[in-house]
């Protein structure tokens, strides 16, 4: 390894938010050591082991997971090499700091998308792969065959998601994102992006790790998602509802209602497996949005980064929305936060990378430079430039570094060597993928896990479903406010496990790392457990992402004994092409819709007032179910 300052030379922009305040505080600036050759491709002659960098990569997609289990997060990188060439790598991480380059059958790709998450709960990562291959734009999904087949992979469910790809051309490149969005225990996806027709966003609900079926209309069961590329997407539950809602930015098709255009849109989750009408704001493209509660007030945040176009021509922005706790934002723009508000492609990571509690901001920007930025939790931000170092055969300082230009790829925030403190990686256009230790620095002291939380409850109420509540936890350094929290259910006797975010049982190590959309409260539903006897666990998550273990408890769903529900008062109106369920508000189970011939053309879960499904003209049976109660209704649509 080469020893040199990663973040240095901090800038106060006084001039750019308010005074009084920020000198108030000391910003804590962490000393990186850059991590030089750390993939090992065989040995020499002499038994030593031969060393080189991540390979090349422009328009680069990042992303972190331990795909095999060892308790290490693994990378793997999609993009454009020397000579245009596209490529697709995966590296295992050898828990030594150094990497090793794995065989796969993942297609070469450009403008990718890479997604880590367990479709099937069978305790393995699977990889979703979005971008360009050789033909055109590509989407598929890989299923991890476990330990017993050397962690391989084999494509599965061939053909049944849009071919997809960003556009090209240094574009934001997390555009395709999972997340259980129902409460069901199985793992959804959304993805935007465009082809031979156009824009588009989508959701897939997961068929309970069998399928994939596309949601047609996800927004209030009649209309689509607003059609998007050159953007990125998000999840997190901005309200404290327990569901995960959908933040995303791009460049919008036309329609009936809109104007092509730059747009960024708030979806809120119903809560019933489909999203309300958005709230939309300036939008971006050739950046990202990302939630993150940034002042540990336990409600998320989020920020937009990018380039949009006005009546003054083309603009650049570093929007912090703040969250106002009644499901409005108000909006810090960067000449109040101290963001950077320039020009070229930009990659955002959060986490805390000095052990502060509060969640810091990598932002990587060709103009002026990747930057650290140190958050004081107060809507400010102080600016540390990046700097790399790359040997050129000198003695000097000056010989072994440059500040880091990069744009149009991925930033990461990464505990690669599981000490608990946060790392770093740059990949983009400029030169190969940077990946830089934290050393910590002066006044950093080295992160801890926090407590697993404690009087963990598991109730099973009267529409059936089971609510799991606990204590909070607490961390050395992030407020119990800010703390976040992830979930398993296990049934006795059942290897397969429904989990929120992907992680190790035994250890509490998380799996994944670009993909987090923890819990923000200290409670959860699920439905549509089956009798038997359980156990769930809670873990706590810090801004680190470090997570402790989990704390478990037993709970039986007695057999053959859901509730009885009053459905009663179940309503069931048409109008248009519309038809619509109404329910007292407390009713929790499912919706389905059938045609003539028995075809369940439509099926929602969770809560049943306001469902709404779209259908032709025709006849239909609404069926409605919650515990052990039923109600049925045809329907006719002219």
């Known amino acids: 390894m080469k020893t040199n300052y990663f973040f240095k030379h901090a800038l106060i922009f006084g001039a750019l938010f308010c005074l009084n305040g920020i000198f108030a505080q000391t910003a804590k600036t962490p000393n990186f050591?850059?991590?030089?050759?750390?993939?090992?491709?065989?040995?020499?002659?002499?038994?030593?082991?031969?060393?080189?960098?991540?390979?090349?990569?422009f328009e680069n997609a990042v992303s972190w997971g331990d795909y095999n289990n060892d308790g290490f997060l693994d990378v793997i990188t999609v993009g454009v090499g020397n000579s245009w060439a596209k490529q697709t790598f995966l590296y295992k991480n050898n828990g030594d700091g150094t990497f090793t380059k794995v065989v796969t059958p993942f297609p070469n790709l450009e403008a990718g998308n890479a997604t880590w998450f367990d479709y099937n709960n069978d305790g393995n990562l699977d990889l979703l792969l979005c971008g360009n291959d050789d033909i055109g734009p590509y989407t598929a999904l890989y299923k991890n065959l476990g330990s017993g087949h050397n962690y391989d992979f084999e494509q599965v469910f061939d053909g049944s998601f849009e071919y997809v790809n960003n556009g090209g051309g240094n574009r934001a490149n997390r555009y395709a994102i999972a997340g259980d969005i129902d409460n069901d225990g199985w793992a959804d996806i959304y993805l935007q992006g465009q082809n031979a027709s156009g824009r588009l966003s989508i959701l897939y609900k997961n068929l309970k790790g069998k399928g994939f079926q596309k949601i047609d209309n996800p927004v209030n069961g009649t209309d689509p998602f607003i059609q998007l590329n050159a953007g990125s997407a998000s999840f997190g539950d901005y309200d404290g509802d327990g569901y995960l809602d959908l933040l995303v930015n791009g460049y919008a098709a036309a329609s009936a209602t809109r104007t092509e255009g730059y747009v960024g849109a708030l979806y809120k989750n119903n809560g019933n497996g489909t999203f309300a009408a958005p709230v939309t704001f300036d939008g971006t493209e050739s950046g990202e949005s990302a939630f993150c509660d940034y002042n540990n007030d336990g409600k998320l945040d989020y920020i937009v980064t990018g380039v949009g176009?006005?009546?003054?021509?083309?603009?650049?922005?570093s929007d912090l929305?703040?969250?106002?706790?009644?499901g409005t934002?108000?909006?810090?723009?960067?000449?109040?936060?101290?963001?950077?508000?320039?020009?070229?492609e930009t990659s955002i990571a959060w986490g805390d990378v000095n052990n502060d509690g509060y969640s810091d901001l990598l932002y990587m920007n060709a103009d002026p430079n990747t930057i650290f930025l140190n958050n004081f939790g107060d809507q400010t931000f102080k600016r540390s430039d990046l700097v790399y170092t790359t040997p050129t055969g000198g003695t000097t300082a000056a010989d072994f570094t440059y500040t880091g230009n990069q744009w149009g790829?991925?930033?990461?925030?990464?505990?690669?060597?599981?000490?608990?403190?946060?790392?770093?990686?740059?990949?983009?256009?400029?030169?190969?993928?940077?990946?830089?230790?934290?050393?910590?620095?002066?006044?950093?002291l080295s992160n801890t896990a926090p407590t697993a939380p404690t009087n963990l409850k598991a109730t099973i109420g009267s529409n059936g479903v089971v609510t799991f509540t606990w204590n909070a936890s607490t961390d050395d350094t992030t407020l119990a406010e800010g703390l976040k929290y992830?979930?398993?259910?296990?049934?006795?006797g059942n290897d397969s496990v429904k989990i929120i975010l992907p992680a190790d049982l035994t250890t509490g190590r998380l799996k994944v790392n670009e993909t987090l959309a923890p819990l923000v409260t200290t409670s959860y539903k699920i439905s549509n457990l089956g009798g038997g006897s359980y156990t769930f666990g809670v873990q706590a998550i810090d801004n680190s992402k470090v997570a402790s273990h989990f704390a478990t408890a037993p709970f039986t769903v007695a057999p053959n004994a859901l509730p009885t529900v009053d459905l009663n008062n179940i309503k069931v109106l048409t109008k248009g092409n519309v038809i619509q369920v109404?329910?007292?508000?407390?009713?929790?189970?499912?919706?389905?819709?059938y045609d003539l011939r028995g075809l369940n053309i439509r099926k929602l879960t969770g809560k049943v007032n306001g469902s709404k499904v779209e259908v032709s003209a025709g006849i239909y049976i609404v069926k409605v179910t919650s515990g052990a109660s039923t109600f049925v209704k045809k329907v006719v649509l002219n």
């Open 486 to 492: 992830n979930l398993y259910v296990k049934q006795n």
């Open 33 to 57: 050591v850059e991590v030089v050759k750390p993939v090992i491709n065989g040995v020499d002659l002499l038994g030593a082991p031969i060393k080189e960098d991540f390979a090349f990569t």
């Open 321 to 326: 929305y703040e969250n106002n706790g009644n």
């Open 409 to 444: 790829g991925s930033a990461s925030l990464v505990d690669f060597d599981r000490d608990g403190n946060l790392d770093a990686i740059t990949a983009a256009y400029g030169f190969a993928p940077r990946l830089m230790k934290n050393q910590l620095g002066t006044g950093i």
């Open 582 to 593: 109404n329910a007292n508000e407390d009713v929790v189970g499912s919706v389905n819709v």
């Open 329 to 344: 934002f108000t909006l810090i723009p960067a000449a109040q936060n101290g963001m950077p508000n320039n020009k070229q």
């Open 309 to 317: 176009l006005n009546s003054g021509g083309w603009y650049w922005k």
